[in-house]
């Protein structure tokens, strides 16, 4: 059986990334941002701050190496 819960680290993650949401981004602004199917400025410098832009990238080429983090298939 496939087991579908989320590891430490992809906890974090997610958990990080809910906490900048609640404390920067309305349920009102959030829909505002899904119909115009663009993200704001400020939301991807904060995304940038937390560092996801990085995570694809290896770390031996500058990025957090946390580019498996995401793979539900290395479980």
Do not use: Y
């Not at 590891?7 to 009102?28: A, V």
């Not at 939301?43 to 560092?51: E, H, N, Q, S, Y």
Request: aromatic share 6%.
């Amino acid at each position: 059986m496939v087991d579908f819960s989320f590891t430490e680290e992809q906890e974090l993650i997610r958990e990080g990334l809910h906490e900048w949401c609640e404390k920067n981004r309305s349920l009102e602004k959030i829909g505002e941002i899904d119909e115009k199917h663009e993200a704001p400025k400020e939301v991807i410098k904060g995304m940038a701050d937390l560092g996801f832009f990085m995570m694809t990238i290896p770390k031996e080429h500058g990025g957090t190496g946390a580019e498996g983090t995401l793979n539900i298939q290395e479980q």
